[in-house]
């Protein structure tokens, strides 16, 4: 199965160490971000990579090249300098993903989820990894009811940033251009058609200095431990 990392976002809340230095870059434990969720996917078996790439993406390329090092690899997806968003970014990279399900996992998450357990093949048009919600997004995403997502009602969990996709789920949507991922999970889930599971392990949505501090403290703690 391919895997595709979000890694064209401008990083606004980020800024000023966005300003010079894409966010998938941004170090933590003395190793970019982005080199953390590689190192793990292949781990976990996944070796062809499609990475997006649009603000300052130039210094992705030089820096991963075509992955070889990393023992991987990677094919790019550029995109206009304000980038496409979520959905626009996946639909624009589906000529390189290919016609089979595939991963998507956002750049700016360090976690241990074990990426070798996810369904290969979903049967439903999603599959979504959902997570305890965190301090700064309280109310959640979705509900999760025997095993399905219910976008309204319920005890909401938040969305890991970790899915596998059917093409299928961006039928229609014609022309391209920018657009969220959001809105079609959330009518593909009031159809039935996404399915989800639970992670409680480690997991941290590195979106602010303070948060991406805190992970360099807690990697580095656990070098010295």
Known sequence: MKAMILAAGRGERMRPLTDTTPKPLLLAGGKPLIVHLIERLQREGFCDLVINH????????????????LGVRIRYSAEPQE?????????????????????????????????QQLVKKPP???????????????????AVVDGKVHPD???????????????????????????????????????????AEYYGGQWMDVGTPQRLKELDSRLCQAEVT
């Open 83 to 115: 980038a496409l968003d979520t959905g626009g970014g996946i639909l624009n990279a589906l000529p390189i993903l290919g016609d089979s399900p595939f991963l998507v996992v956002n750049g700016d998450i360090w976690t241990d989820y074990p990426f």
């Open 54 to 69: 649009a603000y300052l993406g130039q210094q992705l390329l030089s820096l991963l090249t075509d992955g070889r090092s």
């Open 153 to 195: 009602g319920g005890a909401r969990l938040t969305f890991g940033g970790i899915g596998v996709y059917r093409p299928e789920l961006f039928d229609g949507r014609v022309g391209g251009g920018r657009f969220p991922l959001a809105p079609l999970l959330r009518e593909a889930a009031l159809r039935g058609e996404v399915s």
């Open 124 to 142: 439903y048009l999603a599959h979504l990894v959902m997570v305890d919600n965190p301090p700064h997004h309280p109310a959640g995403d979705f």
